[in-house]
Nanobody
């Protein structure tokens, strides 16, 4: 059974940092592109970033560019989202998602393409 489990969320002050992890079980992430998404209360889910199967290509929402970085460690079957200089508007439940990818250097932040989703982890940015 394909499973993704996020961790690393929590409460942080504005300007602080968190690193989210997305660990896969039941399958290898080697052939999957990864997306990170978030959903704030009362808002639609939005794409935050994506990472290609090779790890060589990334994409970020304008709202997080320069602050968030996604990476992968295939040996640990885990993907990370490093979030720096966090702002109150980053408060949301964060999800990782995976899609089998035939192209090693592409990824998308469009959620309908993703088939496997984690359960989410809460990130709250507040003083």
């Amino acid at each position: 059974q394909l499973q993704l489990v996020e961790s690393g969320g929590g409460l942080v002050q504005p300007g602080g940092s968190l690193r989210l992890s997305c660990a896969a079980s039941g399958f290898s992430l080697d052939n999957y592109a990864i997306g990170w998404f978030r959903q704030a209360p009362g808002k639609d889910r939005e794409g935050v970033s994506c990472l290609s199967r090779s790890g060589g290509s990334t994409n970020y929402a304008d709202s997080v560019k320069g602050r968030f970085t996604t990476s992968r460690d295939n040996a640990k079957n885990t993907v990370y989202l490093q979030m720096n200089n966090l702002k109150p508007e980053d408060t949301a439940v964060y999800y990782c998602a995976a899609v089998l990818s035939l192209l090693p250097t592409t990824c998308t932040m469009r959620s309908p393409f993703y088939r496997s989703w984690g359960q989410g982890t809460q990130v709250t940015v507040s003083s």
